[in-house]
């Protein structure tokens, strides 16, 4: 855009050590309900990065001696300023992913308070262990201590969610932050921003530096005195970030893509399962690592589900994320809505049948979003399941349907994939529930229920889904590190 343009554009900056930093180059950043440029967003490189790294390495001594209380009364100060603003930070998330004003504000900002509370809430109550050994007239005990810098990634599907889900835990722990956000999505973080000193985070502590994964997330894997990276986003960019990272032996927390089966036994409650099903399908345009994307249907109930959940779909709203009777906001790109798009093409030419959605349906968009990127909930039946609708994560509003008739050949089918992160049983037998939960390869099994989530326990993937898990107790241990002290007596 022209000078004259960008004046009413929204400009970001970089947050280092305390204070706003202008950069030298900036993105465009779309939204992508208009398709219109609406921010500009730094393009930080190598030299930004290494000054948020000096703030946080300097930062560090006083900060990881402070104790946890304190910590602690921060975590929550700062978690009352957002949700004070939550409207506000509500309508930038909406307008900047495309989500629906709806889910901004009932899933996103909210989640993105309870974070905070919740980490300033566990990093009170964790204890070290100790082991007595009378014979040898020893006792042991363990002592953990925060590691240092921590460098956050966070993907551009729910942006303060997880920026949020990863600063918590890592300054709780006493560590301090160099977070970069995805370009895509940078708003609500330099929003954050303008509250930390108002919390009381002291300068340098959290230090966010816009930019791109191949500039900006590059420079903080390689950066040396950055021993941790947690990062949340594609198993093609964590394979890079492994690569880089190996050199100076990090400590890495990946959470990546999945391939989610929905297995639905002919004893389910279809009443809840149909419009949970739909919702764990189409929930924030399907743009969320724990949608459902591939659906197992006993044969005995397959039509009957397939009509009733066809049905539920469709009733599903797409159009102006602002509008509170919308179901379905815009997807992230133009660039992302085409490979979505290409997928629903594939699964037609290999013989699949588009039963309701993209290319089958009329898409009626209001005049302000007709150059959004706008996609129906689609649903897709008759899929092989080598086909890559059923083996590559697709993140956007489609789910495939596909019958079984035997527990074993489900187990079997919905195993095959390189992915492991999330998947959902529905029946009215508990034993096959037990059964079935033990023997997918799965991090997350909801069975009858979707996305309820305790923070207490263990989140992540298996296989290609990701390393390492986050919760209260796993958190505090990627973000601490231990030590076993010996005494004699």
């Known amino acids: 855009p022209t000078m004259a343009h960008s004046k009413a554009l929204l400009v970001l900056e970089n947050f280092i050590d305390g204070k706003f930093v202008p950069c ?62 939550l409207e506000a930070f509500a309508q930038a998330e909406s307008k900047d992913q495309g989500k629906t004003i709806t889910f901004a504000r009932t899933v996103d900002i909210p989640r993105a308070v309870h974070n905070f509370r ?22 042991h005990y363990t002592s953990r201590a925060p590691v240092g810098v921590a460098g956050l990634i966070s993907p551009w599907n729910l942006p303060l969610y997880l920026l949020t889900w990863k600063i918590a835990p890592a300054i709780a722990c006493g560590n301090t932050v160099v977070a970069k956000p995805s370009e895509m999505t940078s708003v609500t973080a330099w929003m954050m921003c303008k509250l930390l000193e108002k919390a009381g985070v002291p ?65 389910a409650d ?56 919308i179901d379905v906001g815009a997807l992230i790109s133009k660039e992302h809505l085409e490979k979505v798009r290409t997928y629903v093409k594939k699964a037609q030419a290999e013989g699949a049948r588009v039963l309701c959605g993209e290319g089958v349906d009329p898409l009626a968009l209001p005049p302000g979003n007709q150059k959004g990127y706008f996609m129906l909930p689609t649903v897709i039946a008759e899929v092989k399941d080598e086909s890559c609708c059923m083996q590559e994560e697709i993140f956007g509003p489609v789910t495939c349907v596909v019958a079984f008739d035997t527990e074993e050949e489900v187990i079997r089918r919905a195993n095959g994939v390189k992915y492991g992160l999330a998947a959902t049983v529905w029946s009215g037998n508990v034993g096959r529930v037990h059964r079935v939960a033990h023997r997918l390869q799965s991090g997350l099994v909801w069975t009858n229920c979707w996305l309820v989530r305790d923070l207490n326990l263990p989140f992540g993937g298996m296989k290609a889904s990701g390393i390492g898990r986050e919760g209260a107790k796993d958190s505090y241990e990627f973000f601490t590190e231990v030590k076993t002290i010996t005494i004699k007596h």
């Open 24 to 85: 030298s180059s900036y993105i465009d950043s779309y939204n992508p309900s208009t398709g219109d440029v609406y921010c500009r967003v730094p393009d930080s490189g190598k030299e930004e990065v290494e000054a948020a790294v000096k703030a946080a390495k300097d930062a560090f001594p006083t900060w990881s001696s402070k104790s946890p209380l304190e910590r602690s009364q921060i975590l929550n100060k700062l978690a009352d300023l957002i949700e004070h603003d």
């Open 118 to 139: 919740f980490f300033a809430s566990s990093i009170l109550h964790h204890v070290t262990e100790c082991s007595e050994m009378p014979a040898m007239g020893c006792v």
């Open 203 to 267: 300068p340098g502590v959290v230090n966010v530096v816009f930019g791109t994964g191949a500039r900006a997330g590059e420079a903080l894997v390689c950066h040396p005195d950055v021993p941790l990276i947690s990062f949340t986003g594609s198993t093609q960019t964590a394979q890079r970030i492994t690569e880089r990272s190996a050199p100076h032996c990090k400590r890495l927390s990946l959470e990546l893509g999945g391939k989610n089966p929905a297995i639905i036994f002919d004893d």
């Open 270 to 325: 279809l009443s809840q399962c149909i419009p949970t099903t739909v919702r764990s399908s189409f929930a924030n345009q399907g743009e969320i690592c724990l949608c459902t994307s591939r659906i197992f249907v006993q044969r005995g109930i397959y039509s009957e589900f397939l009509k009733r959940f066809v049905a539920e779909a469709k009733k599903w709203k797409t159009g102006n994320p602002s509008d509170p009777t």
